[in-house]
């Protein structure tokens, strides 16, 4: 049986504050400044990193229960979100891969594991957090980073060949299924795939993904999985702030409140559009984390993986929300403003009345 090396890594990302200091945390860990991110494998302008290179905190491996060994590493991104790694090497043939998967995808073990790792270290970065959350979002993926397989004459195969031959098998790795899928579904996994150079490959699910390249060369694809998966954090923590903003809103706006409503409301409306106005900047400073100007291959497999594990969706629904407060906000002002000029008339009014009165109690 022919035997495939490359490394299984489970990636669990919490959304622990509102930012990280990432220049106090190089302080508190000892890391050196950031270089250039990511280093992509093929001719990209140096514009193509991360705006804020994230902070990376290698630690002592992690032992399951069942006797695995992970390598494990920390990353910390500037809006807030934190990633456990868990990558275990392996050497496998095609249906022990497919157990593999099967076996960590969604493993409460694992995340049980991961879970540990980062409320050790976030203790001990405490200080570079600024407005930590008391409970944390949390999202898991799986990338398989395939680094080599041979056909029988132990000749490498091409991406074209690797998926020709072994389709079924990469569609159920990446849905972490051990069975056989419909011929619906593994057409629904092979569809999101692309390659630069014909000896790569990657396959990207919402939950999973396949990277077929050496370790070096995968590192881009990995990383951008990875900063995908942490705006589909952010979006997620946005739509639930929205979530709960709006229909405070729309509680106070069916209550009766008595003659000074309309004052109240404004002060309500300001609150709204105040925090509409930092959700729009939180979202901005999370899509431009990264750029990808001038190397179109690496900004398509981002919008592939976006779509994929659910960021355009969120970002529709934050997008969506903020639209609504920003016409409620619109709504509630020109009320109050409403209210305004009428007690402004009332008042000219009652001005008038009084002007009238005297001049007929002088004139009698």
Known sequence: MMRMRGSFSVLVLYDVAEQVNLERLREILGAQP?????SFKHPAPEYVRFERAPVVEYLDPVTLSTGEQFLTRVKYFAYGVASVELELPFELGWEELIQLSNRFVASPE?????????RSRLKRVEAALVQPYPSW?????????????RDENGNPLPAAALVS????EIARIVRGESGPLADAERADVLQSSMSYYPSDLLVVGWTAALVYDTAEGAVPAVQLLEYANTQLLEFRHYDEVLT???ENVYKALERREGPFKHWRMARRAAALNTVRLEVTELTERTDNAIKFIGDMFYARAYRMAASRVGVTDYRNLVERKLRIAADLY??????????????LELLVVAIL???????FVRAL
């Not at 009345?353 to 001049?359: G, M, N, P, R, Y």
């Open 165 to 168: 031959r072994h389709g079924d």
């Open 110 to 118: 694992t995340e049980k594991c991961a879970l540990e790792v980062i």
């Open 34 to 38: 950031p270089g250039r991110e990511p």
């Open 330 to 343: 619109q709504s509630m002002m020109n009320e109050y403003y409403q209210a305004r000029s009428f007690l």
């Open 137 to 149: 979002l949390s999202e898991d993926y799986y990338i398989i980073n395939l680094r080599e397989s």
């Open 244 to 246: 709960k903003i709006l």
């Open 353 to 359: 009345v009084i002007e009238l009165v005297d001049v």
